[in-house]
């Protein structure tokens, strides 16, 4: 949605585009004070038509993050959708993080919030034993030491102890 000067203040995905925008203009009376005043400034509209519903999310993340529209709050930040990172190190790392970097790494999202991928990434490293503290393994086992606790607990494999090979 655009205001009279051409300026994006919206930016939306809908399954029925014209369901979703009838619903802001048919019964202003029982709008929110900020969707109401939105409303009143929308002077035009432009629309993309995506393959699918994933791919209209990223894309409605990808240009709420490229315009910064004035009443986009959930994705402005950065906070409202995270992703699943597994890094590209000799012993990748798995985490759940909110922006997506030129690393190397391997990411999987956009997840709406936080809970969700950081619940996925404790169900991932504890069905697979990989560790979640924030030692780097190396091949050239510099990281040897004691196991820790979440070796003793059953919850990773002891990468930290030299327990695991590099394969």
């Known amino acids: 949605m655009r205001d009279k000067k051409g300026k994006i203040i919206y930016i939306g995905k809908a399954k029925r585009l014209k369901d979703r925008v009838s619903s802001y203009f048919r019964n202003q009376v029982s709008l929110e004070g900020k969707v109401e005043k939105m409303v009143s400034l929308v002077e035009d509209f432009d629309f993309i038509v995506t393959d699918g519903e994933y791919e209209a ?19 402005k930040d950065d906070k409202g959708f995270s992703y699943i990172r597994i890094s590209n190190d000799e012993f990748p790392e798995i985490s759940a993080v909110y922006r997506k970097e030129e690393d190397g790494a391997e990411y999987f999202g956009p997840y709406l919030g936080g809970y969700g991928a950081k619940k996925l990434v ?14 780097k393994f190396t091949s050239d086992k510099k990281h040897i030491g004691r196991p820790c606790l979440n070796y003793h607990l059953g919850l990773c494999m002891g990468f930290c102890s030299g327990k695991v090979d590099d394969s």
């Open 57 to 75: 999310l990223v894309l409605e993340c990808s240009l709420i993050k490229q315009n910064y529209p004035k009443y986009n709050i959930l994705m």
């Open 122 to 135: 404790e169900s991932v490293s504890t069905v697979f034993g990989i560790p979640t503290c924030k030692k």
